[in-house]
């Protein structure tokens, strides 16, 4: 039953820090560029910003096309080696590696403005890749689990490790069906048998 008092607490959910942190960075980052762009014309001329900014366009459309064509060629040779039946190796190929972050640094390079064009560059550095890749890597296990505890199914898919008599283990979900009519305390059967 209601009694029509407002509560103290807002229906409505709190905006997350990065929502709200987001605009105003992006924001200074472009404030940044410009600003930057100005100094390099009052310094120089404005043909040589406007020949940095062409540079960054080209060079960035480069790195971007050698990367998708790599990938490209990997996914290929790998559906070729599968329609034929060849067994393919697990795991990534070596020359497959930082796909992604090669484009996303040519992104940045096509983006006007230095900053932008030194972290594209800064991208393109294999060992700075890796570092990423790891980092972001951990960071979305990180969120993977927190969104999985946080799940509105709680206990209805777990993961659990079946062992079998011998000695394997298997990867499993148990989905547990619970009988209509049975009371709360009443005792579940063992996951082995």
Known sequence: MTTGAQSPYSARPRRSRLRTLLPLSVAAWLVLEIWLL???????????????LVAGIVLGS?????????AFKNLTETVQQQQTGAPVPPGP????????LTMLGGLLI??????SD????????????KAVSRYAERTFERKLREAAARSPLGDAFTQSRVHRPDGKVVQGEVIRDEPEGAPEGTPRPPLTK
């Open 38 to 52: 100005t100094l390099v014309a009052g310094a120089s001329s404005g043909l040589v910003v406007f020949l940095i």
């Open 62 to 70: 480069y790195v971007i096309k050698r990367a998708g064509r790599r």
């Open 93 to 100: 190929r070596p020359d497959s590696e930082g796909n992604g």
């Open 110 to 115: 096509v983006l006007p403005g230095l900053i």
């Open 118 to 129: 030194a972290l594209g560059l800064l991208l393109l550095v294999p060992p700075v890749q």
